[in-house]
C-alpha cells in the first residue's frame, strides 16, 4: 500500500549522527571492522549521552552482516542486542543498515545465493526486532550505497568481489539482494520503513567539450540513479523492483561529490572562481526529489580536517533553502559523528567527527575530544534549519534545539 510521506518524519531528530559501522574486507584482503576500532561498541554509553549535548535523538548504526551470521542462516543477535538496549536506556532512534560494505566470507555479491541469504538475514533481523520491540517505527537500510560498492569492488579492485569491467555486473547482485530483501522486509512487517543510501552526485564535462563529451557525463551524471531505478522497476524490471519499494530517498553528499569527467578533476566545493558546472546542494537534492517524489534525507554528510565547521555552514544554508523551495527534506546525518580511521591504511584518522580521536593515546578510538569550532557551527546550524521549517514544524524543534 502507498503511503502518504510528504509531511510527516519518522525520524525523533531532523540532526542525526553516523556511526562508522563498515565489516567489509578492505583492498588489502583484510577484515575491518569499525565498530571496535572507534570504540563505538565499548563506549555506546558515552556516546549517546555525548549526543544528548546536541538534541541529536536519531543515530545510523550497522548489524554488520558479517560478524552476525558467520555460518549461513545461524544468526547471532548478540552484539546488536547490546546496541539495541544502549538506544533504550538512553532514548535514542536507532536506524539500522543490515548490509554497510561488508558480506560473510563464502558470499560475494555474485555468488549465486547471495540475494536468498540476504533475503533470509531481512527475516530474521525483523522476527529478532519485532519480539522486543514490537511497536516501535523500524527503519532499515537493506544494502548502503550499492551505486559506490558495485563500483569499489566490481572496477577497481578495492574490496569483495575484487573485479575490474565488473561493476554492472556486482550491482546488479547487489540490486537483487536489495529487492528481494525489500520483499522479505514487507512481507515480515509491513510497517517497516525503508531508507535508501545512495551516493549524490554531479558530473560534467571539460570546458570546450565537443557535443558527444558532453553527451557523455550526462549519462554518467544520470547513471547515479540506477540503483533507485532499479529498485522501483524502472530499470531492470526482471529484478522485481516495485513502485511501493521506494519510501525515503536517503542521499549521501560529500566535498568531492561533483567532478569533471574527463580528465577527471573535483570540483572545489567553495566554488570560489564561479565556475558554472557548479551545482548547490540544493539544486541536486530538488532533482532527486522530481525524479522521485518521495522525501528525501541527507543520510551521510562530513569533512575531514579544518574546513568541518564551514561544511556545516553550508549543509544549513542549502538544508534550509531545500525545504523554503518546498522540498521534504526530513533530516541530515552527520557521518561520522566519531572519528574513524582509513579502510585500507588503518593509522590516519579521517578528522571529519563532530568529536575526534586523541591519536596521542595507545587506543585511539577510546578517546573522544569534541572539536569546538564543529560543535558551535553544528548550534547555529540547528537554529537556521529550524527556522526554516514549516510553523508546526517549527514549534516542534525549537523546543529540542539548544540556544546558541
Known sequence: MQQNLTTTSPFKSFWMGGFECTDQLNAFGHRVDFLPLTGHLPLLDEDYTLLQNFTIGTVREGIRWSQVEKTPYHYDWSTVQVMLDAGRRHGIQQVWDLCHFGYPDDLTPLHPMFARRFAFLCRAFVDFY?????????????????????????????????????????????????????????????????????????????????????????????????????????????????????DLLGFNYYYDNQWQLHPHQTLPWVNESNDPRWRPLRSLLTEAHKRYKRPVVLTETSHPGLDRPSWIK??????????????????????????????????????????????????????????????????????QVAAAQPPISKRRLAQAIPSV
Open 130 to 246: 519485532r519480539q522486543q520491540r514490537p511497536d516501535d517505527v523500524l527503519i532499515v537500510t537493506p544494502i548502503n550505497e550499492v551505486s559506490f560498492m558495485s563500483w569499489l569492488g566490481g572496477d577497481v579492485r578495492g574490496t569483495s568481489p575484487y573485479c575490474v569491467g565488473q561493476g554492472w555486473e556486482v550491482k546488479r547482485g547487489l540490486m537483487r539482494a536489495y529487492i528481494e530483501g525489500v520483499a522479505a522486509l514487507q512481507e515480515a512487517d509491513p510497517t517497516i520503513r525503508i531508507l535508501t543510501t545512495e551516493p549524490l552526485i554531479n558530473i560534467v564535462p571539460r570546458f570546450g567539450a565537443r557535443k558527444d563529451e558532453v553527451q557523455r557525463a550526462r549519462e554518467f551524471h544520470k547513471n547515479q540513479y540506477q540503483s533507485v531505478d532499479m529498485l522501483c522497476g524502472r530499470l531492470c524490471p526482471e529484478l522485481g523492483g516495485q513502485p511501493e519499494y521506494l
Open 314 to 383: 553550508m549543509i544549513a544554508e542549502e538544508a534550509a533553502a531545500t525545504i523554503k523551495a518546498g522540498v521534504p527534506l526530513l533530516g541530515v546525518c552527520l557521518y561520522p559523528i566519531i572519528d574513524r580511521p582509513d579502510w585500507d591504511h588503518l593509522t590516519p584518522w579521517h578528522r571529519a567527527g563532530l568529536w575526534d580521536a586523541d591519536l596521542s593515546h595507545p587506543e585511539p578510538g577510546l578517546t573522544r575530544v569534541l572539536h569546538e569550532p564543529s560543535a558551535e557551527a553544528l548550534r547555529l546550524a540547528q537554529a
